[in-house]
């Protein structure tokens, strides 16, 4: 079974217009933590933005931030003020229990923005 | 500056041939990854390793081995028994506490014909 389900294989945002990325993952354990990465053309992965199975708040950083709805077993990444820049291949990880390190990650998700 | 580094960025064998990607790291990072990413789709964890001398198989081992000697280091060796060996190739350490974050090399584009 899939851990990791992005459902958008790509979409189009307008420059400063938001954009809701969905991610939903499925676990048994209690702990675990979810991470979105942004893959430009270039190839090299880029840390985000990082939430906690344990964590009441949303995470925030910049213009990004994490809809994490644990009951849903969610955790959609919103991005603000789109740039030209943020066009990129998305992707959502998991790692599951508190003392593994690997992650799983979804397919992803191409957003491209238009100016 | 810290880093990852992994060379060469682009490689080319032939088919049957055994090919060894470097992966480096000045993070002082005890735990190093593997992972193959195959066109319009997501990373695949091929080996990882949490500390020198140990390492354990990911989703997708068959056709693989690397090694653990030094804690910088952690070369990946595709074999010819790899049956798909054309991908891209991406190696990550990360600190082993904390929340785990995963840094990045540039990767290596690998193409066997």
């Known amino acids: 079974a899939q851990k990791i389900t992005q459902t958008q294989p790509g979409m189009f945002v307008q420059e400063k217009e938001a954009v809701t990325l969905d991610c939903t993952y499925d676990?048994?354990?209690?702990?675990?933590?979810l991470f979105w990465y942004k893959q430009p053309s270039s190839g090299e992965m880029i840390f985000l933005i990082y939430q906690g199975s344990y964590d009441e708040q949303n995470a925030t950083e910049g213009r990004y931030s994490l809809n994490f709805q644990k009951a849903r077993k969610s955790a959609n990444l919103v991005i603000s003020a789109s740039q030209l820049g943020d066009s990129a291949m998305y992707f959502c990880?998991?790692?599951?229990?508190?003392?593994?390190?690997?992650?799983?990650f979804g397919a992803g998700t191409t957003v491209t923005v238009r100016a | 500056d810290g880093g990852i580094t992994q060379s060469p960025k682009y490689l080319f064998r032939k088919e049957g041939q055994n090919v060894t990607l470097s992966c480096e790291q000045n993070?002082?990072?005890?735990?190093m990854y593997w992972y193959r990413q195959d066109p319009g789709q997501g990373l695949r964890l091929i080996y990882y390793?949490?500390?020198?001398?140990?390492?354990q198989k990911g989703d997708i081992a068959e056709g693989y081995s690397v090694s653990r000697e030094k804690k910088e280091s952690f070369p990946l060796t595709v074999t010819s028994a790899q049956k798909n060996p054309t991908a891209f190739y991406l190696c990550a350490s990360s600190t082993g506490t904390g929340d785990y974050e995963q840094y990045f090399g540039p990767g290596t584009r690998l193409t066997v014909t």
């Open positions: 390793s949490q500390i020198v001398n140990d390492f």
């Open positions: 676990t048994s354990d209690q702990s675990y933590g």
């Open positions: 990880a998991m790692r599951e229990g508190s003392n593994d390190y690997k992650l799983s």
């Open positions: 993070l002082n990072h005890d735990a």
